[in-house]
Every structure is written in C-alpha cells, then in structure tokens.
C-alpha cells in the first residue's frame, strides 16, 4: 500500500508558476513510477507528466511539454511537478499517482486525493 499526498496547488495568474509536491507513504516509493494526472471540470481526467523509479525517463503531454518538469527525490520520498508559464487552461484539480512501471494511461495503482490549480486570466 503507498499512501500519496499533493500539496502545493493555489491561485496563481497566467505566466505564473507553481511547484507541487506529492508526499509517499508506505512501500518502497524508489519501486515506483509517478505520474501526475490533471481534471478540469467537465472534463476527463488526462495525463500530464510521469518518471520512471529512478528518474531517468520523462514522459510528458504535449500541451506541457516545454513548460512543466517532472523530478523526484528518492530519499524524501517525494515527486515534484514544477509548473512554469501557466496558463488559465492549465486549471484543473492535479493529482498524484504511483504504478509498478511508467503508464501514460490512468491504470495507476494507488491515487493521492489531489490538489487544486487555479490560473487565473
């Protein structure tokens, strides 16, 4: 079981730029892959960015590539998603989420409970 906590999330206006954290708990966190996942409302939920257990491969969505970045610290058992140039289609709740292996899907095992970002026009 990997218990999965974000933080970080606000209100911040376009151009602007936020760092979330997403706090594990639990197993092994080097064993996993994380990805980060975003909703909008009225929308599905879609992939953003993801890195493998060791951090050497990044995966990103087209629509951030460019803009947001992906890290991880093994020893503070913790994934970062620095958010950079936001834009107001960027609003969305964010979560967190780990897997055995990198997925660009949602089929992630475990699922923090998610952070909000609001930017604003």
């Known amino acids: 079981q990997v218990r999965l906590a974000e933080s970080g999330g606000g209100l911040v206006q376009a151009g602007g730029s936020l760092r979330l954290s997403c706090a594990a708990s639990g197993r092994s966190f080097r064993s996993y892959a994380m990805g980060w996942f975003r909703q909008a409302p009225g929308k599905e939920r879609e992939f953003v960015a993801a890195?493998?257990?060791?951090?050497?491969?990044?995966y990103y969505a087209d629509s951030v590539k460019g803009r947001f970045t992906i890290s991880r610290d093994n020893a503070k058992n913790t994934v970062y998603l620095q958010m950079q140039s936001l834009k107001p289609e960027d609003t969305a709740v964010y979560y967190c989420a780990a897997h055995t292996t990198v997925l660009l899907t949602d089929e992630y095992d475990y699922w923090g409970q998610g952070t909000q970002v609001t930017v604003s026009s």
């Open positions: 890195i493998n257990w060791n951090g050497g491969g990044q």
